[in-house]
Each structure stands twice: as structure tokens, then as C-alpha cells.
């Protein structure tokens, strides 16, 4: 009987791309939820150099960081793969799936945080990053294709957690209007039963986000923008 068991937090996104993962592949785990401002010995143990989740542990090795622990989930279960087998295909959807991580959730999460002038420099340049997603997903329904594959579970982050932040605090960075594909896209995936199942509520996320880890200005800043925009609507 195989062990495996995922330290992670319902609001993380990267802790639910390996969820995503694990179930679009029918395994069986135990979730561990961590407490992030209060993390434990084991999360500690085994991730001591990030110490941060999402952490698989399968039958007692740790496998750390999420977009790796994907590849692993991928090759060590066959069935319904993430990534495409042609060499080409994969090199491509890890070309895609980085570019995602490295520069679309930075440039993104600044947008949140911004205000005035900045807030709209910050757009710009998302909007640079967005085309080019815009563009790729040309001619397909999910970047992976008819299905969903590595590079959608890794933009996650971009089909719920940045619409539903976008959303709460009155932003405008990615609209339908804007990115008709890429909204039809985030759309798709949101609709599919086993990424419905893998995330946490709209309302908790906005309420509760960025979870305890983050400094306490932060939170009281998202807060306060809140409030803001709910008294400007
Ligand atoms: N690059 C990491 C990022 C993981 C990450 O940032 N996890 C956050 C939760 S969303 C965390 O555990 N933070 C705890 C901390 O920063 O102390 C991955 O892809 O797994």
C-alpha cells in the first residue's frame, strides 16, 4: 500500500496544483493542512530550506516544489498524463509552464498591490505577458490541448486566485473584453469537476488571503484597499 501525503494550505495555490494533480490522476492521499504561521516540526524537516508547502511525501521520500512535484506525480502514475510524451511537446510545455511561474505571477500579484500611476505601469507590463498567453492558446481549449496539461494547473494561479483578487478590489488587468481566449480558457478550466473540487471557496480566498505568512501590512493594506473599493462601487 503506497503512502502519500501532501503537507499544503487550501488558500495556496501552489499546494492546490499538486491537489489538481493528484486527483486528475484518481491517487489517493492524506492532506496535511499546515498552520503557515506555525509550521510543524515534520513541514520544517522536510523542507528545510524553503520550509514552505506544498510537500509530497511519497512512501517516506519528500518531493518539493510544486511545478517538480508535478513532473514526479506525471511520471510516477501514468495514467491520465500532464505532459505530452513527443519531445518537442514537453520541451515546449515546460518552456510555457516557466515562463507562467517566473514572469506572468509576479507581474500579476504587483497589480494587486498597486495604486495610481504605478498600478497602471503595472498593467501594462501584465498585459504584455497576457498576450503572449493570449496568443498560445490559439486554435486549443486548454494550453495542454483538448486536455489539461502542465502549463494549466501551473497558471491556476491566473484562472482563480487572480481573477477572484482582481475581482474584490475593482481591477481591470484581464477582462473578456481584453483576453477573450484567455478568459474563455479560465472559464474551461474552472468548469471542470476535479478543479472545482481542488479549490477553496471565492469568498473564503477573498476574505482570508494572502494567508497568515504574509506580514501583517500587507494583510491590513488588502484589507483597507477592500474597504475602498467597496465604498467606490
Ligand atoms: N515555489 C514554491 C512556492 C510555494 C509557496 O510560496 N508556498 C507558500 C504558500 S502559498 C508558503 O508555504 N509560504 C510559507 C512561507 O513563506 O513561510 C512552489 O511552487 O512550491
Redesign the pocket.
Same mark, same amino acid.
Do not use: A, D, Q
Given at each position: 500500500m503506497e503512502e502519500v501525503k501532501l503537507f499544503g494550505?487550501p488558500?495556496?495555490?501552489?499546494?492546490c496544483?499538486v491537489e489538481i494533480a493528484l486527483k486528475l490522476k484518481g491517487i489517493q492521499y492524506d492532506f496535511l493542512l /499546515?498552520d503557515?504561521s506555525n509550521?510543524s516540526p515534520l513541514l520544517l524537516q522536510y523542507n528545510p530550506v524553503?520550509?514552505?508547502?506544498?510537500v509530497l511525501l511519497h512512501n517516506g521520500k519528500p518531493i518539493?516544489?510544486?511545478?517538480?512535484?508535478l513532473e514526479y506525480i506525471d511520471e510516477t502514475w501514468k495514467t491520465n498524463p500532464i505532459l505530452p510524451d513527443d519531445p518537442y511537446e514537453k520541451a515546449m510545455a515546460r518552456f510555457w509552464a516557466k515562463f507562467v /511561474?517566473e514572469k506572468c505571477l509576479a507581474a500579476l500579484s504587483k497589480t494587486i498591490w498597486s495604486t495610481g500611476e504605478q498600478y497602471e505601469k503595472d498593467k501594462a507590463e501584465a498585459g504584455e505577458l497576457l498576450k503572449l498567453l493570449e496568443n498560445e492558446l490559439k486554435g486549443k481549449k486548454f494550453f495542454g490541448g483538448d486536455r489539461i496539461g502542465l502549463v494549466d494547473i501551473v497558471a491556476n494561479f491566473i484562472a482563480f486566485w487572480f481573477r477572484a483578487l482582481q475581482e474584490a478590489v475593482g481591477l481591470d488587468v484581464l477582462t473578456k473584453d481584453n483576453f477573450p481566449k484567455l478568459w474563455e480558457w479560465a472559464e474551461d478550466y474552472m468548469n471542470c469537476s476535479v478543479i472545482k473540487e481542488s479549490l477553496p471557496p471565492k469568498d473564503k480566498l477573498v476574505a482570508d488571503f494572502?494567508?497568515p505568512?504574509?506580514g501583517e501590512h500587507l494583510v491590513a493594506y488588502f484589507k483597507s484597499r477592500l474597504a475602498s473599493s467597496a465604498t467606490t462601487k
Open positions: 494550505h488558500l495556496s495555490p501552489f499546494s496544483r /499546515e503557515l509550521k524553503y520550509k514552505k508547502v506544498p518539493l516544489e510544486s511545478v517538480l512535484i /511561474e494572502p494567508p505568512y504574509m
